[in-house]
Every structure is written in structure tokens, then in C-alpha cells.
């Protein structure tokens, strides 16, 4: 009996042209990447379990789809005696022994982080630094699937690895000006330090809560400061660390304005001032290129805490509501736990999934007729269509992307087959046409057609798709 | 302790230069493709483990790569519980009853031909036939890892689905010629036709010995005639067989010559016949197309007799010594199995690491430098970089990939840092040059150095760099 044929949950078919809109983003994202010398990498989709584990809390570890030795074991036992071994009335169960410690030792990646520290230092003896590096891949969650949460989907990565300068956090913010107008979707740029976080905490005496701190202060706006000061004192704070927090939740103002407040409060506290050192720097670079309008202070940004030391950053687009589209931080020590300490480094990643949803949700993807099939040729029998194939072949020497139909099947079909690619031009070259030396091009949009002499049929087609 | 780090064998990572040179590899294919009106499709690297097993045969069904259910059962018992069941000292084992039958369920796609015969009857009703898809993805096998071998490698296949029309080999052929024009590979096309095969197993009255006469035939050339013969009495053939075999072992000249005796041995059989009638259609429209000496007809050629029902089609190589670079061939029913049947398709497959390896040893890449980061401004301090930020920006907006130092290091490892990545031009752009209004310019590969004011800068490095 035949199968009933299905994917994974949590994964996706694309057809041609959910595609060619991926691949429309993607290129827009790595053609900014690389007008700024960024250079791309790939690494494989499986690392060995032991890069992995560890690295993405206890959570992120459960959620790494492992994969099982086939190449190694099953092809000595089977993938069936493989399963019975499970089952504890089977008496093969002795065999067992001999596999444990080999059932999976490779996972597929969770995220292009992880790979792209286990890769810097693995080849550091060839790699210039500092070292600005993309990636585009895809990677695999073994989360619940849910709408807009997928199993396999793509990051977009750049990372600056091997400079602490803070221009590098400035182009990152260009970067994200000019993709996101590269393909029209308006934005805000969050910024946040992960030094002033710490100053906050540290400066009300509760240096262990910055967790807590954050995420109370982040619900300001849907539940108002006196829930915020109550949720505070649930998550434990003392009354007195949450009356010194108070002129942190009344900031007002722009940004300037904002860090001038900060820097009153957080006066004595080393980090915390060295954090707004560190977001003034960057915002009067971006006042330099005129990006000082698209980068909000948001001390509520909380972001990757658990690795992020110095910025953070989040883009949120501003026509649909929809999480963070793209985001990233700087983090200090991240090929440390592969052997290499005290490599800085600075990387955001663009979310393609949702990105992908707004522009489709603003119908603003550019139209798919420009990509497909430019002409096609109908197929009246095989006499006439030996006498097209070498136009044919002209045509696409020019760059014209034409099709010859294969059969010579029903004119009507042969003309819903074009409506259907949204093919522009279909040539209608008959046992009279071909005989004339003129063929009939019929355009698809206007619903006209001419007789054009065949010599003159290229030039015809690229003057008329201009 | 730090981890040494490792990826799993049979594996690579792909570094700048690398990727560069695989993506100039990919996008040469993808562009013919294209301009042949094929529209590419994107497949989950995961497919559900009914989808996979039982189409590669039984060696095929072993070298899959299984996935653990990660997501549903190690997140309820955890990865070294998991482990820790297949151990049958361990009293916890009778938990291995609940999730025996859930094991695995999901696996790596071991090639695109079966992801794409799911999809085509997964999507059949949103598909125009005929269909012609292009698809550009990695695949995995649990192989012994050897040279040229890998366990994660891409295939670029593009397949015609849905017509019998013999026009759809022809333009494979043309495909296969541009594709390899463009990438500058010297090759020769070698073709064959199952149903001429089957017809000579026929005409010797050994219909079910196809295989064994086939592989025997091609050790023609390496063994000699005399122990062809003895082979295919090991294998089984009776003497008057062999005997009546002899013809065939003697074709000569050109292809035309050879279907010509082809067609007076095979005369009564009617499989045989129409093999023959398939490949002077062909032939006879590659010879319109100007193709004919790119095409060799070749007997010896079985590859995929378990599916291929028409043409069998298989590129080498002339100046390597190498396998073959693309193979393919017409199945007359590949999404039976999921139940769609008498769907026919035609495809190929290009091997990307093997032509990257021709290309490596006959060092036929295109220039890097091309393809890198074409301006560095030199960072000599925060004030003169503050500066020099706009114009780069100026720069990139003209299409110019440029970077910035991001650190105002020493000069020298500057100008090391540009000369490893082969940027070609250097701006250097001190408080002097800055108050001049004129940047000093250096050309990397000239040695040379001019000073050009600010406003003329785009217009000298698009002059410079034509």
C-alpha cells in the first residue's frame, strides 16, 4: 500500500516561489554583509554532542535533536534489533553493552554561535582577526511547534571576533539600517547595556537580582509602576532597594537626556558608569551617520543575559507587531569554554522567519514575475520545435530565461502552463511562422502579440521586459 | 578543563576562501538552471523515517542517519537516563517499555530525489505539470569517510517531471554543457538507454541477467575480451549466450555506426528497438543544437538500473581523472511509492565537490581578490576614524565593500591585516590628510600611492578597480 506522504511538525516545504521571497531576503542580508567585508563561513550541520551540551543551560540541552551512530552500529545490528534491544523481555538484550557508550555522539546545531566559537578555535593558526565573519544556515530545535516556531529554520549571523572596539557595535547598527531598507520594513533599533544592568543592580545593593530587576522594570508599560514596585518586593527585593530604584523607573526624555539622569544615579557604581561611557560612544557615532533617530535607550532589554557582557540589541519592527526581528550583544569570553580565553566579540543575528512574515503580511515582497521564466515556446510538433530549439538556445545566451514546452500537448494547455509560471512572453512559432522567418510573440500581460523576424526576436524581448 | 574541539568525521567546515570558490560552483549551476526556466524548491533536512528507509535498498536503509526524538522523550527522562537504559544491569530498564516504539521516527535526507518525489505528491495539487525543479541542498550518509567521500555533502539536481517528452534529455544535455562552458571543465557526456540494455539481455535469451552482463561489458576496456567472456560464464551465462553476445563487444565507429549494428542484433527485440529509437532522437536534436561531439554513446554505462527506465546519463571529465562529475537518467515512476503512479521524470545531478576538486587541481578558480573587500580605512585614533566613518559610508552606498579598522593598532599589523585578506586598497587618512581635505590612497598590489581629496574618492577607486 502506498504511504501517505508527510514531513516532520515543526518543518517546511518550500516551493518556488516561497523560495525565491527566502532567497530575496537572504541575499539582501548578505549582500550588506559583504559591502562591509564581511566574509562568509559554513560549518556542518552535525557537531559532536560534546560541543553542544553544556552550552544552552539545561533546557537548550534537552532540546538538541541528537542523532544516533548509524553509519557505526546499526549497520552491525539493524535499526529493528536495534529497537528490540530496548525491550527488556528480549532476550538479545546482552549485545547492549557493547553500544551503550556509542548510541549518539553527534547532534545536529542548536544555533550558529556555538559552531562559530568551536570554529575560531579550531582553525585560529588560519584565521586573520580581527575576523568578521556571516553566516547563513539553518539550525534545529526540538521545540514544541507553534505558529511562527519552527524545528529547522534559518539564522543570519555577523559577528566581529578579536576587537573590543566599539565601532564594531556601530556598524552593526548600520548593518541593520541597511538591510531592513534594503527591503523596505521600518524599524527601531533597541539599545541596552549589560554593564548598566549590573550598575542598577549593584547601586540599590542587590547586585544577585539583576534578573529580577529587569524583567519587573520591563513590565512598566502594560502594568504601571505601583504593580512594578509590588512585583519587585514578590521577587524579594527590600523595600529600601526598591525606593532607591525608583528615579531609574521615572527616566524620561531622549536618549541623551536619559543617560544624563543614569549617570547621576548610578555615579558611584564603576560598571554602571562604564556602561553608559560605553552607549554614549556609540550613539555619538551613530549621530556622526546621521542612524542617531533609529537607536532607542531601553534599559528594559534584557536579552541573552546569561552570556551578553556589554550591548545588547534588539530590532523591532514598527508596521506589524511581531517579536524582535533581529537582535544580538557583545560577549567577552565566548571561545573561552573551547580553550581560547579573553577573545571579545560582537555579532548580531536577523530572524528571516519573521521578516519573511512581514513582508509578506505588508505585501511587500518585489514581484515574483521578474524572476521566473521570461519566454516560452509552444510546442506545435516535433518538426516545428526542432526549428525553435536553436532560438531558443539564442535567447538564453542573452540571458533571457526561456522555456521550450516538452510536448506537444494542447495549445490551451500549453497557455495555462504560462499563466500559471507567470511566464510574460510565449512564442508561437507554427509550420506557417516558421516558414514566413517571422514568429508570432504573443504578451501575456497586455493580452497583444506581433509577428517579429526571428533574427530580431532577442532584441524585440529585451526591450520589451525593460 | 577546556574541550579540545572537533567536528564529527566525514565532515568540514568551509572557511572564507572556501565558501567563496563552492558558492562561485553553486551559483554557476543554479544560474543555468535558471535561464532553462527551472525553479528551485527547498526540502526539510529532516524527512519521517517511513519517507526514507526502504528506498536506497538494504546498504542504503544502514546508512541513514537516524534521529533521536529528542524533543518528546529525552526531555522527559534525559539524555543519560536514556543511556543509561540500554545498560541491563541498570533496575531502572523497565522504563524502556514506554518509549521503545518512539525511539527514533525521523532521519537525515540520504539524496533529493526521494525528498522531491514526497513533495511532488505531498504538493501535487498546487504543482503545474509539467514541472522542472532545480534543488541545491546538502545530504547526509553514514559512509566510511574517505577521500572525495563525505558524510555531508551538497547535491544540485534538476529534474523535468511529468512529461515523456524526449526534448527534456536534450535540454539536460544543453544544461550540462553550459553549466560546464561556464565553470571551464573540459568533459564528454556518456549515454546510454536501459531499455537497450534490457534489450540485449533479452536477445541473448538472459532477460534477468541485465546487471551481470552490463558490469562484465564494462571491464571491457581494462581486461580485454577473452576475460569478459570467462566472466560472464562465471556469472552464470551459458556458452551460446555468450556467443551471441560477441557482436555487441565488437561495435565500432562513431555513435550513428553503432546504433546502426545495434539495431540489426537487437531487430526483434521491441524493448530494445525503442532504446534505440530514444537515443537517435537525441542524438538527432543534439546535432541540431550543435552537441553531438559532446555526446558518446556508451554501453558499459548502469548506473541506477533499480529506477532508471530510460536514458542513463553520466559526465566525465578529460583533464582529471575523476569519476563522474553529473549523472542522471529518466525513472518512469518515482512517486508510486507515495501513491501517485505513472508520474515519468527525467533529471541530473552535478557533483559539487568533485567539480570543486577539478577546478582546485587545475587551479581554474576565479580571482579572490574579486570577490573581497575592496577598501580599508586605516584607524589612527578615535578622532580621525570619527571622520572617515561617513565616507565609508559614502563608499559602500556606491557599491564599494569597504571596512574600517575597528581598533587604532599599530600600522603595520593594519596593513597585515589587508594584505591576509587581499583587500586592495588602503586609505590612510591622518589628521593632516583629514585637515587637507585629501586622503593618501595606497594600491596594494601596485605598491604605489596617491593622494585624492575626499569628494573624488568613489570615482578613483571605481576607476581604479575596473
Known amino acids: 500500500m502506498a504511504q501517505k506522504p508527510s514531513i516532520p511538525k515543526g518543518t517546511r516545504d518550500f516551493g518556488p516561489v516561497q523560495l525565491m521571497r527566502r532567497n530575496f531576503i537572504f541575499e539582501s542580508i548578505k549582500s550588506v554583509f559583504k559591502n562591509h567585508g564581511y566574509q562568509g563561513i559554513e560549518t556542518p550541520a552535525m557537531e559532536t554532542l560534546t560541543t553542544l551540551m553544556g552550552k544552552y543551560g539545561e533546557e537548550g540541552d534537552k532540546l538538541i535533536f541528537k542523532i544516533l551512530n548509524s553509519g557505526d552500529f546499526a549497520a552491525k545490528i539493524g535499526m529493528d534489533d536495534f529497537v528490540s534491544l530496548l525491550d527488556k523481555e528480549n532476550p538479545t538484550l546482552r549485545v547492549s553493552k557493547k553500544m551503550t557508550p556509542q548510541i549518539s555522539e553527534k547532534a545536529l546545531r542548536y544555533d550558529l554561535t556555538v559552531p562559530f566559537a568551536r570554529y575560531i578555535v579550531q582553525h585560529r593558526h588560519e584565521t586573520v582577526f580581527p575576523f568578521k565573519r556571516y553566516q547563513i544556515q539553518p539550525v534545529w530545535r526540538a521545540d514544541r511547534p507553534q505558529k511562527g516556531r519552527y524545528r529547522e529554520f534559518y539564522q543570519c549571523d555577523a559577528d566581529v571576533i578579536g576587537s573590543t572596539s566599539l565601532l564594531n557595535e556601530v556598524e552593526l547598527i548600520q548593518i541593520i539600517k541597511e538591510v531592513f531598507n534594503s527591503i523596505n520594513i521600518r524599524f527601531v533599533i533597541k539599545l541596552n547595556n549589560r ?85 554614549r560612544t556609540v550613539l555619538s557615532h551613530c549621530s556622526d551617520l546621521d542612524l542617531e533617530d533609529l537607536v532607542e535607550l531601553d534599559l528594559t532589554l534584557a536579552r541573552g543575559l546569561n552570556y551578553y557582557t ?119 512559432a507554427g509550420e506557417n511562422e516558421l516558414s514566413a522567418g517571422s514568429l508570432t510573440i504573443k504578451n501575456m500581460k497586455e493580452g497583444t502579440q506581433e509577428s517579429v523576424p526571428i533574427q530580431q526576436i532577442t532584441k524585440y524581448i529585451l526591450e520589451q521586459s525593460q
Chains 1, 2 share one sequence.
Open 195 to 279: 554593564k548598566i544592568l549590573a550598575g542598577i543592580a549593584e547601586t540599590i545593593g542587590q547586585a544577585d537580582k539583576i534578573i529580577d530587576i529587569t524583567v519587573a522594570i520591563d513590565k512598566l508599560d502594560k502594568i504601571g509602576l505601583e504593580k512594578v514596585n509590588q512585583e519587585l518586593i514578590n521577587r524579594g527585593l527590600p523595600t529600601d532597594a526598591v525606593s532607591k530604584l525608583q528615579p531609574i523607573l521615572h527616566l524620561t526624555g531622549d536618549n541623551l537626556s536619559k543617560l544624563d539622569q543614569l549617570s547621576d544615579v548610578l555615579k558611584d557604581s564603576v560598571t554602571g558608569m562604564k556602561g553608559i561611557a560605553e552607549i
Open 310 to 428: 556589554g550591548a545588547i540589541i534588539e530590532v523591532k519592527a514598527l508596521d506589524v507587531a511581531m517579536g524582535s526581528i533581529c537582535g544580538g550583544g557583545r560577549y567577552d569570553d565566548l571561545t573561552g569554554i573551547f580553550g581560547l580565553p579573553d577573545v571579545s566579540g560582537v555579532g548580531i543575528s536577523f530572524g528571516a522567519d519573521r521578516i519573511y512574515d512581514i513582508l509578506e503580511s505588508l505585501d511587500a515582497f518585489p514581484d515574483d514575475a521578474l524572476l521566473s521564466t521570461m519566454v516560452l515556446f509552444v510546442n506545435f510538433g516535433d518538426k516545428e520545435i526542432t526549428s525553435c530549439l536553436p532560438i531558443a538556445s539564442s535567447l538564453r545566451r542573452a540571458g533571457i530565461s526561456t522555456e521550450v514546452y516538452p510536448d506537444s500537448a494542447k495549445i490551451k494547455k500549453q497557455m495555462s502552463y504560462a499563466n500559471s509560471n507567470s511566464i510574460p512572453f510565449v512564442i508561437l
